[in-house]
């Protein structure tokens, strides 16, 4: 079956630890998104990859990174830059960027410890 | 800017009740519109979409009508089961012009028996 695969699915940092969340799809889509979500929050877009080695900061970009070297592949990195890490993280894909709707994956819970 | 606003939850209904979760916007353009459910610990599913003025997406017997004059999407359910508790986010995008989608904050449902 296509879809997104989101790792893990729980994750801890330390302070001043950057960490890695992974995001994996199989739908050949072209876009992929970043999301944030917050309790009683909506989503907020960190970045956004509209194309293989392409990427632009969205409204909350400050503390993370990411790269897309393939099409398949849009990990994020949270920094230590970011000071209230805290949240579920949403990676998402659709066909293109201007083709939604777009597709989610199941989530990363990071916490700090 | 573009932006969603939904009505503020929780919203609690008995089994077999009747389901209006209000959703407007504020776009510049033509959006698309979504409806997103999310359910517990779970990433976003699409529930259903409309691209174009007086459309109507329906899904699950779920539905909204895309309403240029007033600027909403409001979401229906003739009769709501307890499998549909779960968190409901209205969204847009502006297709050709936009990126992401851009999320409301959600509402979230609780069926009871």
Redesign the interface.
């Known amino acids: 079956d296509g879809g ?1 695969t ?1 790792s893990p699915k729980y994750l801890f940092r330390k302070e001043g630890q950057n960490v890695t969340l992974s995001c994996e799809q199989n739908l050949n889509h072209d ?1 992929m ?1 970043w999301y944030r979500q917050d309790p ?4 907020r ?1 960190i970045y ?1 990859s ?1 194309i293989v080695n392409d990427f ?1 900061k ?1 409204d909350i970009a400050e503390g993370y990174s990411v790269s897309r070297e393939k099409k398949e592949s849009f990990p994020l990195t949270v920094t230590s830059a970011q000071k209230n890490p805290t949240a579920f993280y ?1 990676c ?1 894909s659709s066909i293109t ?11 990363t819970r990071l916490s700090i410890l | 800017g573009d932006s969603v606003t939904q009505m503020e939850g929780p919203v609690t209904l008995s089994e077999e009740a009747f389901l209006t979760i209000n959703c407007t916007y504020t776009a510049t353009g033509y959006p698309s519109l979504f409806w997103y459910v999310q359910y517990p610990g779970e990433g976003l599913q699409l529930l259903l979409k409309a691209t174009k003025a007086d459309d109507k997406g329906s899904n699950k017997g779920f539905e909204a009508t895309y309403r240029k004059e007033t600027t909403s999407f409001h979401l229906e359910k003739g009769s709501v089961q307890v499998s549909d508790s779960a968190v409901y986010f209205c969204a847009l995008s502006l297709g050709e012009t936009g990126y992401a989608l851009n999320f409301g904050k959600g509402t979230s449902l609780l069926v009871t028996p």
């Open positions: 997104i989101q876009a998104y009683g929050q909506g989503l877009l956004y509209q632009q969205g949403l998402a960027a201007s083709n939604q709707p777009q597709h989610f994956g199941d989530g």
